[in-house]
């Protein structure tokens, strides 16, 4: 495992949209600094990602200073939103967790809602030390997690995903392969390893940054979408069903906790802690 290095890093300022690939992150302890700070939610207040919007895939926002995002789309004009000024907050619904957040500004609800054809609010994470707690079940007291669907940062293998593809190749949907690693949304991705290593590990560092191995990564349809038409097939679930499926979930990647902060960059060693 001498050799296991970070291939690349990936972090999606506003939940469901395009990521970003920086050659460095600094990782805080809810996440990668600038990852998900910001969601959309819809009418009735529960998140929206490109499960219910496929063409969210084809947004983007970019980081912008003190936090505020720059928001692009096809068909769209080019929006700058400033992170909220400090006030009320709403309460929003992101997989049954009630959490609080501060609302941008109307332009930004009125953008998002041209873009997608509904009714749609764009909302910003003002504390994630305070505002949403990790699932109790695989988290200690006081950890605490931004948009991301449960986890400070995911990881996957490249190794685990050529095997995956051949498994694909195989398959009654083999046109639909090679899948690119977009299409899983990883944070860190990890090169230098044994397919499904990631299976067996608990504690891993990544440069100097230590995580603990929360949980695998129970995949959705989210996984079907290509990231760069949005249009949707039938891989990789039907694969991963039939190859990866641990008790109710179809799993690929690891989710991690960070027990440290720090700056990672690619390149960095992976270590195998326990």
Known sequence: MGNAELRSL???????????????????PWGLAGDRRWVLID?????????????????????????????SAPGRDPLTVPVPQPGGTVTLDIFGDKVEAVPADATAHAWCSGYLGADVRLLHMDDPATRRPVDPDYSLPGETVSFADGFPLLLTTLSSLDSLNSLIAEGDHAEEGPLPMNRFRPNVVVA???????????????????????????????TTTDQTSAKRGKEPLRTLGRHRRFGSELVFGQNLVPESTGTIRVGDPVTILE
Request: proline share 8%; glycine share 12%; hydrophobic share 40%.
């Open 10 to 28: 990936h972090l999606y300022p506003v939940k469901a949209f395009r990521g970003l690939a920086p050659r460095q992150a600094v990782v805080e």
């Open 43 to 71: 009418d009735g207040g529960k998140v929206v990602t490109q499960r219910q919007q496929p063409r969210l895939a084809l947004a983007a926002a970019e980081p912008g200073p003190g936090g505020g995002v720059r928001l």
């Open 192 to 222: 230098g390893t044994p397919a499904w290593a990631e299976d067996d590990w608990s504690r891993i560092a990544i440069g100097e940054v230590a995580f603990r191995v929360a949980k695998t990564s129970g995949r959705c349809v989210v």
